[in-house]
């Protein structure tokens, strides 16, 4: 099993242990090298976008986009030539939900669309603080710095948004900046692209020449800073948070535009929570003002929460989308296990996701023979072709003497912690092929357990329960329990899946050896359900 697959080890397994070891040291060892790397390859890719393209002039009166969610939205001169750049303009074809669209039909939107709603959202937050005179100096004339920073916020984003994230995460280049004591360790991957794109020399060079032929100024690096959500400055926190915070526009859109496009009916009373925010100091070594909400607003925190909750068990977690980025994930381990490339680049860097779109994968495979694997893998996600459960776990899938087992060997070890490699996880499906008598080609077989939904910002998330001039803060976890919502999820809504192809002997093959390996690897033991679930 060893030399099944060949190729990076932290997205491929079958590397033997010492190899592994000695790669993941030598990758330790040069952080410097690989940081160095990724930064001269975004200032190309940002290059080679703007190369021989102009600086456009938008006018001096602006203009009004329809959107289909929010409806008119007024977009200044020099946000419209930045817009119109190709850089942004990319993100037309990067599909918000990735490939939900197959289940979901009218889940078609892109990063676009979101990026000009989180412009939206941000701007009715700041226009609602304005009106208030206890907070109107402290936004009025950072208008154009927040309203810059939702354009740009997504702008790193690969192939179909986070399923390829999963998937460049994992990759050398870009652990040595997230990993565990990397420069922006937890951040996440595509908030990293956009931050170093941001701050390239390029960029600011566009950027500065759009500024200029409008007449306008902005302060680049902090863009950059709340893209990122790493605001020094503690003095005036709130603006980041705006962007990147515990209810920032980010999130009022995506809830909203996710739900609505794929036909979930959610609700976020959005206009209680603009007139609820507040912005108040909190207690600290330094004056730290962040953005607070009074304590009439409390339901609506609750309602991004139940609809976060919604969202990721009805559409980012069904088991077909799941299924999908199994399949997304094959096509990029055959491509490095083979030196393939896709789009003239063998993607073995983070920043070779950069250079791809979602039709320039698809339309990969219209330039290979019938006969070649990585066409067959990728017109099967093009033409809906998906892989089929073989085995379910989830707490409902287990003898209740192994529940607890369950949940501190798979819950809390692979779902819950962000720092894993990913090789672990990719190592048990190669064994379960392997157990099954490799019935199927080992990139047809996929353990995945799928990350459980992030409720962060429990004690980030200040409620005031005092009046708007005699503040009393208390961080949200005081008043209800969040990790309670998070526990609850994970009990009776997280499911984790073995994937192999739609073949009924080749099914039960894999779903007798994935129940055996699971078992055995973890000390715990499967009901009935496990099985029956898969309709087998």
Known sequence: MDNVLKGFPTLVSGQGQSEMKEISREVMDEPARLIEGFGREVENFVDEYFAGVPVQFSGQTGKVIHDALWGAQFVQPHELALIDTPLIQRLRR??????????????????????????????????????????????????????????????????????????????????????PGGRYEGRSPHEVMSYHIIRSVPFRRRFAEILSLHGKMIDIDKVAEIVLGNWRDPGTRYLSEIINGPFDADKLDYLSRDGHFSGLPLKVDLDRLWHCAQIHPIPGPKPTRVLTISASGITTLEQIIFSKMVLFSSLYHHHKVRACDCMLKAIFEYCIRNGKAIHGYEVKRATDFLRL?????????????????????????????????????????????????????????????????????????????????????????????????????????????????????RRLGEIFRVDDW????????????????????????????????????FSIKFNNSAENLCKL
Not at 138 to 153: D, K, S, V, Y
Not at 413 to 435: K, N, S, T, W
Not at 493 to 514: E, L, Q, T, Y
Request: proline share 5%; hydrophobic share 35%.
């Open 486 to 521: 998070a526990r609850g999820y994970a009990e009776h809504k997280w499911r984790g899946h073995v994937f192999c192809p739609d073949n009924g002997d080749v099914r039960r093959k894999i779903s007798k050896a994935a129940k055996s390996v699971l078992e055995r690897k």
């Open 357 to 473: 779109t979602d039709d320039q994968l698809y339309a990969e495979a219209d330039r290979l023979p019938k006969t070649d694997l990585l066409h067959q893998l990728i017109h099967g996600l093009k033409f809906r072709r998906l892989p089929k459960r073989a085995l379910v776990l989830a707490e409902a899938t287990v003898e209740t003497a192994s529940r607890d087992t369950f949940e501190h060997t798979i819950l809390k070890r692979f779902c819950a912690d962000q720092r894993d490699d990913g090789h672990e996880v990719r190592e048990l499906a190669m064994q379960i092929c392997d157990e099954a008598g490799y019935p199927c080609d080992p990139l047809e077989v996929w353990v995945d357990l799928p990350k459980l939904p992030p409720i962060d910002g429990a004690d980030e998330t200040y409620v005031n329960v005092g009046s708007e001039t005699q503040p009393e803060l």
């Open 94 to 179: 990067i599909k918000q939900t990735a490939f939900a669209y197959l289940i979901f039909p009218s889940s078609t939107h892109s990063r676009l669309e979101h990026s000009l709603g989180v412009l939206f959202q941000s701007d009715k937050l700041m226009r609602t603080l304005c009106q208030n005179p206890l907070y109107h100096d402290l936004i009025a004339g950072n208008e154009n710095l927040i309203r810059a920073a939702a354009i740009l916020h997504d702008c790193g984003h690969g192939p179909f948004s986070h399923s390829s994230e999963e998937i460049y995460r994992l990759l050398p280049d870009m652990r040595a900046l997230i990993g």
